[in-house]
């Protein structure tokens, strides 16, 4: 399996889940209280900070000016970080699929 | 009734106490308009619920702190967080407390990362005093001035403690926020973000130490002004009677020069100044030239300091001799002169110092004769 290059916390995993369409700022945080349920919910401040650092590591790119806004596209290397990512937490979740059943209070 | 009031500004280290206090003013009616150095502006309002939150932007070293970028802003307005103020570095937003606007920052990692920014703000004033501290060390340095000695604490005014203890509450004010804002940093990771807390007892040593420092800081203001009050300069008189000083004219039967002549300092008659200073709050500073025989003339200067006490007296007569215009303190032997405490003259006899009391006395002069030393260090001892 590949290894990231840098740990993928919540926030990025999400962030990128909602890149996958290009979207900006505000969009992308809509996107991932939708896919979340609502389990996650971005602060602006958050995300910001997450676009930043993904923008400089090269995982998206501007696309497009939105008028005041910025909009995104996932790279290559992005979409290859998140697929990674997922293939991670698949793993993880493989690999403790024998508790599913038990006694959640345990 | 005034729809605006002024309200100090709260300190920056208690980031979430400052916070809460300006919701506390808007659920009173009041308003953030403007965030001031030492004030901050509020406008009459209906009392409103709402959140404010205060975002830093990293200062860089010499450039002063770069504008949050447009599309940060837009992405927070867009989520419902208005700009309430802004002040250099510092931006404070604000939202509704009751809709579902979300936290600025969803993880508390975030919010230690932008508090990285006001560490660099008070990491900037501790730098900005220490530079200020050390140019003014380095430019004494190079003057050959011991700032420490007991002769420049005779003759500092009050103006220049005062200018140490500005710097001084300046960085108090700095290293303290400098401590508080790494420890808050150190918090939020460790426990994440804590409101409510209680920093009472950090928020008493602050306000005390800060009150403390700015009363010395006005009262030595007050004392700067009332020496520039008492600072005199006027020609020699011909008689004198009760002062500390002596007339040449009279030491050696001697006829006074009153024709302004050009010296190292500059065009110069005969004159006495009049100062005073916290170690030594009357001090005499006279010029004097003498006609000799010969039909030469011969000058006498004398630096006169009526200090506290005996013991400060003995102190700055030795801090005078190392300081000394001509001679290094190694150059100056004591001779016994009854009616003073210490006698220190020179053997190129062109400076002595002489102790009576609580006064101190240096003295510069030539042209006078062999036995100038001598007939003054007597004159001294005969004052009262």
């Known amino acids: 399996m590949e290894e990231h290059s840098v740990p993928m916390t919540e926030a990025m995993y999400y962030v990128l889940l909602s890149l996958l369409r290009p979207g900006h700022g505000y969009a992308v945080m809509q996107r991932v209280r939708e896919r979340s349920g609502g389990r996650v919910v971005m ?10 650092r993904m923008r400089q590591d090269g995982w998206i790119i501007p696309d497009a000016d939105d008028g005041r806004r910025k909009v995104y596209r996932l790279t290559q290397r992005g979409r290859r970080e998140l697929l990674c990512e997922y293939r991670r937490l698949e793993h993880l979740v493989e690999d403790g699929a024998f508790l599913k059943g038990e006694n959640a209070d345990v | 009734m005034f729809d605006f009031t002024f309200r100090p ?25 403007r965030r001031g150095a030492l ?15 205060l975002e830093f932007t990293p200062v860089k ?24 103020a802004k002040r250099g570095e510092v ?3 604000r939202a509704p407390e009751d809709n579902d606007v979300p936290e600025i920052y969803s993880e508390d990692g975030g919010r230690a990362a932008m508090l990285a920014g006001l560490k660099k703000h008070y990491r900037g004033d501790v730098l900005g005093v220490a530079v200020g501290v050390g140019w003014m060390l380095l430019s004494a340095a190079l003057k050959n001035v011991n700032l420490f000695s007991w002769k420049s604490l005779a003759e500092a005014d009050l103006l220049l403690a005062s200018l140490f203890i500005l710097w001084s509450l300046l960085m108090w004010r700095s290293v303290f926020g400098l401590f ?18 209680s920093r009472k007892k950090r928020r008493l040593v602050h306000r005390t130490v800060t009150a403390v420092l700015a009363a010395v800081l006005l009262l030595c203001l007050f004392g700067a002004g009332a020496e520039g009050l008492m600072r005199t300069s006027s020609p020699l008189p011909d008689t004198v009677e009760g002062v500390p000083y002596l007339l040449g004219e009279e030491v050696f039967n001697a006829q006074r020069d009153t024709e302004a002549r050009q010296v190292s300092a500059g065009l110069q008659t005969n004159s006495v100044k009049h100062a005073s200073t916290l170690f030594a709050p009357v001090q005499y500073h006279t010029y004097e030239r003498l006609l000799t025989d010969d039909g030469g003339w011969g000058f006498l200067y004398q630096h006169v300091y009526v200090t506290w006490n005996r ?9 005078l001799a190392e300081d000394s215009f001509f001679s290094s303190a190694e150059d100056f032997r004591q001779v016994d002169i009854p009616g003073l405490d210490l006698a220190l003259t020179t053997e190129e006899g062109l400076e002595l110092i002489a102790v009576k009391g609580d006064t101190a006395v240096y003295a510069i002069y030539s042209g006078l004769g062999d036995d100038a030393s001598a007939r003054l260090l007597e004159a001294y001892a005969d004052l009262p």
């Open chain 1, 43 to 52: 602060g602006p401040g958050t995300l910001y900070g997450v676009l930043t």
């Open chain 2, 9 to 33: 500004t709260p300190p920056l280290w208690a980031v979430e106490e400052c916070e809460a206090y300006y919701e506390k003013m808007a659920g009173k009616g009041w308003l953030l308009r």
């Open chain 2, 39 to 53: 004030l901050d502006l509020y406008r009459r309002s209906e009392p409103q619920a709402l959140r404010y939150r």
């Open chain 2, 61 to 84: 070293l010499g450039g002063g702190a770069p504008p949050l970028p447009e599309e940060q802003l837009e992405l927070y307005r867009d989520c419902g967080w208005a700009l309430a």
């Open chain 2, 91 to 93: 931006y404070v937003f």
């Open chain 2, 180 to 197: 508080m804002t790494r420890r808050l940093i150190r918090e939020i990771k460790r426990y994440g973000v804590r409101r409510g807390q």
């Open chain 2, 311 to 319: 013991s400060l007296a003995g102190k700055l007569a030795r801090s």
